[in-house]
């Protein structure tokens, strides 16, 4: 702490205040910080801020390891706040949502062998998730019970599994639920699932959007606490669907396999059937170790339901976050409308060439206090992906703890509106990589980067 500093930081904060704490005001005030005080630092600043050098002399200076701290707090965050929070239309029919989804949500392992346990409900729903699947069977007793089917995991009671839910359903958003059931019971064992539901559930049970007197399926509202059942059917389409036929709450479930050659066949078809009615992804049953593909080509396509497989922390999952994170992790992330409407071929390496594309300028300047390996050799190395494309940043030898890269990178966005940016540090040696650190978030998440910006600037934060 350097004299001076708290109190030109106390009075940007209620300057901030002032104005609500509105993200827009952070760039001037961080501007504003510097020209005031950071006489001892080479850092430009717009020439209206600048100060006359009489004035200049009489300010108190800040030092360069308390001006990183202050660049590295909140205040100095690209994260847009607003998106903390819901920002979104939520009155729309459900087919124009991204909906977070799990796959086979009881395993906290793999496919085959791992434990089945309903913790696993009362986690994923508290991290924003909002379908979840439930794989029923005939169990002893006439009590339907829950597992993976054909394989040695575990075995846990349906009606457990349905009381976590009730419990943990609303304890992060109050957005409906969606419980996807693979039923494998026979009819007694139905009944006493219907029993189960009806008795725990209660009154939180949404079964009017399964009438086909309202096709509509809106989210009735916004927050409804309401529970809704989708029994899980796999089911092939031809182009002689319409939208008189299907319902913005009907889903249909493919395999990941199934869906890419769909999008390798018939995008601008799929992409249409997206506008009508629920898609669910699932995994292909060749990932016995639970791992997960690459979302991206699916929401790209406007595939609402992308089950994923939570247990498996890393890179997918991390796209995932950022991708909800959007509309305040509440589950439910509104479609542009471009997927809404109208057809194009979501594969295409131009696939709105109508549209004028943006460009994404990022500066980065360096890491700061990056943990490094015992055993590390060399030093470390960044990736910037954005879409689908990937730069890597020169290697920064023998300077792991505060690497300077000083790298600009220039992406061009196609789809800005659905489009993620990865950043990811390693460290680099002959015989592999260990991972360092990695934020991932939203194009539209970028502090006065929307896309109607072209340029916007970054601070690289790596975590543990």
Same mark, same amino acid.
């Given at each position: 702490?350097?004299?001076?500093?708290?109190?030109?930081?106390?009075?940007? *904060? &209620?300057?901030?205040?002032?104005?609500?704490?509105?993200?827009?005001? $952070? !760039?001037?005030?961080?501007?504003?910080?510097?020209?005031?005080?950071?006489?001892?630092?080479?850092?430009? $600043? &717009?020439?209206?801020?600048?100060?006359?050098?009489?004035?200049?002399?009489?300010?108190?200076?800040?030092?360069?390891? &308390?001006?990183?701290?202050?660049?590295?707090?909140?205040? !100095?965050?690209?994260?847009?706040?607003?998106?903390?929070?819901?920002?979104?239309?939520?009155?729309?029919?459900?087919?124009?949502?991204?909906?977070? =989804?799990?796959?086979?949500?009881?395993?906290?392992?793999?496919?085959?062998?791992?434990?089945?346990?309903?913790?696993?409900?009362?986690?994923?729903?508290?991290?924003?998730?909002?379908?979840? @699947?439930?794989?029923?069977?005939?169990?002893?007793?006439?009590?339907?019970?829950?597992?993976? !089917?054909?394989?040695?995991?575990?075995?846990?009671?349906?009606?457990?599994?349905? @009381?976590?839910?009730?419990?943990?359903?609303?304890? /992060?958003?109050?957005?409906?639920?969606?419980?996807?059931? @693979?039923?494998?019971?026979?009819?007694?064992?139905?009944?006493?699932?219907?029993?189960?539901?009806?008795?725990?559930?209660?009154d939180k049970l949404d079964l009017t959007s399964v009438s086909t007197d309202d096709p509509s399926g809106c989210l009735a509202g916004g927050a409804g606490k309401g529970v809704s059942i989708s029994?899980?059917?796999?089911?092939?389409?031809?182009?002689?669907?319409?939208?008189?036929?299907?319902?913005?709450?009907?889903?249909?479930?493919? =395999?990941?396999?199934?869906?890419?050659?769909?999008?390798?066949?018939?995008?601008?078809?799929?992409?249409?059937? +997206?506008?009508?009615?629920?898609?669910?992804?699932?995994?292909?049953?060749?990932?016995?170790?639970? =791992?997960?593909? +690459?979302?991206?080509?699916?929401?790209?396509?406007?595939?609402?339901?992308?089950?994923?497989?939570?247990?498996?922390?890393?890179?997918?999952?991390?796209?995932?976050?950022?991708?909800?994170?959007? +509309?305040? +992790?509440?589950?439910?992330?509104? /479609?542009?409308?471009?997927?809404?409407?109208?057809?194009?071929?979501?594969?295409?390496?131009?696939?709105?060439?109508?549209? =004028?594309? /943006?460009?994404?300028?990022?500066?980065?300047?360096?890491?700061? *206090?990056?943990?490094?390996? /015992?055993?590390?050799?060399?030093?470390?190395?960044?990736?910037?992906?954005?879409?689908?494309?990937?730069?890597?940043?020169?290697?920064?030898?023998?300077?792991?703890?505060?690497?300077?890269?000083?790298?600009?990178?220039?992406?061009?966005?196609?789809?800005?509106?659905?489009?993620?940016?990865?950043?990811?540090?390693?460290?680099?040696?002959?015989?592999?990589?260990?991972?360092? !650190?990695?934020? $991932?978030?939203?194009?539209?998440?970028?502090?006065?980067? &929307?896309?109607?910006?072209?340029?916007?600037?970054?601070?690289?934060?790596?975590?543990?």
């Amino acid at each position: 702490i350097v004299p001076g500093f708290n109190t030109a930081l106390a009075a940007s *904060q &209620s300057v901030g205040h002032r104005y609500k704490a509105d993200h827009r005001c $952070t !760039g001037l005030l961080s501007a504003a910080l510097v020209c005031l005080m950071c006489d001892s630092i080479k850092y430009s $600043t &717009s020439p209206a801020l600048k100060l006359q050098p009489a004035r200049r002399a009489t300010l108190p200076e800040i030092r360069e390891t &308390s001006f990183t701290s202050y660049m590295r707090s909140p205040v !100095g965050d690209i994260y847009n706040p607003d998106h903390n929070r819901v920002n979104q239309d939520m009155r729309q029919p459900l087919c124009n949502y991204y909906i977070a =989804s799990s796959h086979n949500t009881y395993l906290m392992g793999d496919q085959l062998m791992s434990q089945s346990r309903v913790d696993m409900y009362a986690w994923v729903l508290q991290a924003g998730c909002r379908c979840v @699947e439930v794989d029923c069977w005939d169990g002893p007793d006439g009590e339907p019970i829950v597992h993976h !089917g054909y394989t040695l995991t575990s075995k846990i009671l349906f009606r457990d599994v349905i @009381e976590t839910i009730n419990k943990y359903a609303f304890a /992060k958003t109050d957005y409906p639920v969606i419980l996807s059931i @693979e039923n494998h019971c026979s009819v007694p064992q139905q009944k006493a699932m219907a029993r189960h539901l009806c008795e725990v559930l209660g009154d939180k049970l949404d079964l009017t959007s399964v009438s086909t007197d309202d096709p509509s399926g809106c989210l009735a509202g916004g927050a409804g606490k309401g529970v809704s059942i989708s029994v899980t059917c796999v089911l092939f389409f031809t182009p002689a669907h319409t939208p008189a036929v299907s319902c913005s709450w009907q889903v249909s479930s493919f =395999s990941e396999a199934k869906t890419h050659q769909l999008l390798l066949q018939k995008p601008h078809h799929y992409l249409r059937f +997206n506008q009508w009615q629920l898609s669910r992804i699932y995994p292909s049953s060749y990932r016995v170790d639970s =791992s997960n593909f +690459n979302p991206q080509p699916f929401w790209n396509a406007g595939c609402q339901l992308v089950a994923l497989n939570y247990q498996s922390e890393g890179r997918v999952l991390q796209l995932n976050r950022a991708k909800f994170n959007t +509309n305040g +992790n509440c589950g439910y992330v509104l /479609k542009p409308k471009f997927m809404t409407e109208g057809t194009f071929n979501p594969t295409a390496e131009e696939p709105l060439p109508t549209q =004028s594309k /943006k460009q994404l300028v990022l500066r980065i300047i360096s890491g700061q *206090q990056l943990p490094k390996p /015992k055993d590390s050799m060399l030093g470390d190395r960044g990736e910037v992906s954005a879409r689908n494309s990937l730069i890597i940043i020169n290697i920064i030898l023998h300077s792991g703890f505060n690497p300077m890269w000083e790298e600009t990178l220039v992406f061009t966005m196609h789809m800005p509106e659905i489009a993620l940016v990865r950043f990811l540090v390693w460290d680099h040696d002959p015989i592999g990589r260990d991972f360092i !650190g990695q934020r $991932t978030l939203a194009f539209t998440s970028n502090i006065g980067c &929307s896309v109607h910006s072209n340029v916007c600037g970054t601070l690289l934060r790596a975590k543990n």
